[in-house]
């Protein structure tokens, strides 16, 4: 005991082993007790539990660190002292004996404390609210996606330690990037992490699934009093491979059809990008069981424009918005939100007065809800017929809605900041992004007969089309059944 005592005696006597020590105890206890609270507790507070959870493993290790520190210089002075003797033996013995000890204990709370900050640093609050401001329209979006249930991290980081060390590095540097304000705005998608997170879909997705044809409809609206509604249904030749063996004549394995045989097995499409967001093309490059099948290039392409990289194609180059999608454009989020009901079609000329209202709107996010109380109202002033004040009141919540849900003037994020890449959408400004930056008909390729071919832009290479422009009680009555409506 008295040994004990005078090893406490030793230590406290110089101060850098004295803050350690108080540094580990005090961290040591809080890593205890917010574990129990953890376990006791359903619902934790998440930027306070976020802060203990990452700076108590934290302090706690810079406690460990400190106190051999303090420790140093003393013991080279015990040494020196002639006198010691077989109580000196004992004394250290006892040291180590404690040290020892308090070892086994440090290393068990670090590795719980530990444990726990890296598991926190991985989930998708931490990654989404953390860095608030620059997080913000991805998070947003995040939560409203199919995948708001799978991790950042697990698209986000590719698989091994070196992506996962190479991930916090970069981490830190984005730290350092918020502390000092000077971060990318808007985030480019090729920043996230340095990696393509393709290769993480197939975790859950498997490529050689068959999808077939898939019907879709495309609610929009005119611009008129009536709000008239126009919708498209497309039959999309999703395909993916066959598992019809008659779809193999000769016994032919893995014959893919459709939109998704772009990543069958045997086939490896490359393609050359000219600019960062990778939607001008320059060559594409088709290699068909490891032999080359084709080279696209533009005929009119200059010939001094060097590409930046070239790519393997993989799902995201398709799928590019699988968990922060937005809505495109001010106009296809005022047709998605009356298709749902969240914007009443009955009141006269909404779909156009809220488009041209959402689509002059530069405000503050937190300033949204009184501007469009005062603008909407004032878009109808100087018309004959407006919207009764109840309505008028949805119409107001909806488009603020609308509008949190897609601008983000901090991070200068807007409907279209981020187009979607799986379709085309000539009504965002830019024909040629989506499937069309490849199936331009202008990309043409030499076949070894001498002739050439084009990429294929026909319509229905991609698509039939089942109904145009049409309100769907027009709709032919097959129709009406395979989409759910009612026959009349
Ligand atoms: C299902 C997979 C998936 C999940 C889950 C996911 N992301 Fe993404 N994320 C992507 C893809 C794909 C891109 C676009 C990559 C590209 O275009 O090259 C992207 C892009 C981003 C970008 C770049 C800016 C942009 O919008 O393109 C940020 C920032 C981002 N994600 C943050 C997050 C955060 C934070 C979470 C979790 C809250 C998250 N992501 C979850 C797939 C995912
Ligand atoms: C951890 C598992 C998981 C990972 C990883 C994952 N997904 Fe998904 N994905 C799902 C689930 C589950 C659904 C179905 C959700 C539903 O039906 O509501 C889904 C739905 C989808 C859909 C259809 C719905 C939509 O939003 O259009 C697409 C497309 C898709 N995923 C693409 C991707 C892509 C691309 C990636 C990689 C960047 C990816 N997924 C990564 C689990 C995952
Ligand atoms: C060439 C572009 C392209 C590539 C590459 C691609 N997809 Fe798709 N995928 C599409 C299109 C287009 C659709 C149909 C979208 C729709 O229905 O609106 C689709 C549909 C899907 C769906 C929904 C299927 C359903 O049941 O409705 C999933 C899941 C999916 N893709 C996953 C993947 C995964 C995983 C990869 C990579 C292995 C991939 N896709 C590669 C274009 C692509
Ligand atoms: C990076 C360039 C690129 C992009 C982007 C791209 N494609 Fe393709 N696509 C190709 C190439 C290359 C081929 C094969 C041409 C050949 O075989 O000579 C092809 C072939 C196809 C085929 C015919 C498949 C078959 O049955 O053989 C369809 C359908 C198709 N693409 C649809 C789409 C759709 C839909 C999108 C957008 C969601 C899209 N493509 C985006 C390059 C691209
Ligand atoms: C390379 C493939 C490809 C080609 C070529 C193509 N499309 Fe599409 N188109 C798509 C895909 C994929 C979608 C589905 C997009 C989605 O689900 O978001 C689509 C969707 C559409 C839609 C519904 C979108 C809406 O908002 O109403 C229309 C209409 C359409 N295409 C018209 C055409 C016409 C007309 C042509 C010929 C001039 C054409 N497309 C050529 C791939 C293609």
């Known amino acids: 005991m008295r040994n004990i005592l005078s090893i406490f005696h030793q230590c406290f006597r110089n101060w850098v082993t004295l803050l350690g020590a108080i540094l580990t105890t005090v961290s040591g206890l809080g890593l205890i007790i917010s574990t129990l609270l953890e376990m006791m507790s359903a619902r934790s507070n998440p930027y306070l539990s976020g802060v203990l959870i990452v700076s108590l493993p934290l302090s706690f290790l810079l406690g460990l660190a400190l106190i051999p520190i303090g420790l140093y210089p003393q013991r080279r002075r015990i040494r020196s002292l002639p006198d010691r003797g077989v109580g000196g033996d004992r004394r250290s013995r006892a040291l180590i004996l404690f040290i020892g000890l308090l070892t086994v204990i440090n290393v068990l709370l670090l590795s719980i404390g530990g444990h726990k900050a890296v598991t926190y640093m991985d989930s998708p609050r931490f990654c989404g ?11 947003t979006a995040y939560q409203r996606s199919a995948h708001s249930q799978v991790a950042c991290v697990e698209c986000h980081i590719g698989p091994g330690t070196p992506a996962f060390v190479e991930a916090k590095l970069q981490g830190l540097s984005q730290l350092f990037g918020t502390l000092t304000g000077k971060y990318q705005r808007p985030v480019s998608p090729a920043k996230v992490h340095g990696q393509r997170t393709g290769a993480a879909c197939e975790a859950c997705h498997n490529r050689s699934i068959f999808v077939g044809d898939r019907v879709r409809m495309y609610p929009h609206y005119k611009l008129d009093k009536e709000n008239s509604p126009a919708f498209n249904v497309m039959l999309i030749h999703v395909g993916g491979r066959s598992s019809d063996p008659t779809d193999a004549p000769g016994g032919e394995p893995d014959k893919y059809s459709g939109i998704h045989s772009h990543l069958a097995k045997n086939r490896i499409i490359r393609y050359e990008y000219l600019d960062a967001q990778r939607t001008r093309i320059g060559k594409i490059t088709v290699l068909q069981d490891g032999k080359l099948k084709a080279e696209y290039r533009r005929p009119n392409a200059d010939p001094k424009e060097k ?52 689509g002059q709107a530069e405000v503050a996010r937190d300033g949204a809800e009184a501007y469009f109380k005062k603008a909407i109202p004032a878009a109808y002033a100087s018309m004959a017929e407006r919207p009764s004040a109840e309505a ?27 187009p979607d890449l799986a ?38 290479l991609c698509h039939d089309t089942l109904a145009t422009e049409k309100p769907p009680e027009k709709f032919e009555d097959t129709l009406k059944q395979v989409l759910g409506l009612p026959l009349d």
């Open 423 to 460: 379709g085309h959408h000539a009504e965002a400004g830019d024909a040629h992004v989506g499937c069309l930056r490849c199936h331009d008909g202008q990309h043409e390729a030499k076949l070894p007969n001498g002739k050439s071919k084009t990429m294929d832009k026909s319509c229905d």
């Open 307 to 358: 590409p930046l990289g070239e790519q393997v194609m993989e799902c995201i180059d398709c799928h590019n918005r699988p968990a922060h999608r937005f809505d495109g454009t001010a106009r296809q989020a005022v047709e998605r939100a009356i298709f749902e009901g969240r914007l009443d079609a009955k009141q006269p000329y909404l779909a156009k007065v809220v488009t041209e209202v959402l």
């Open 129 to 139: 609210t953390s860095c608030h401001t620059q997080m913000q329209p991805e998070w």
């Open 392 to 418: 008028m009141d949805q119409a107001i919540r909806s488009v603020t809605q609308i509008y949190l849900r897609n601008v983000f003037p901090k991070m200068k994020v807007r409907f279209d900041t981020y």
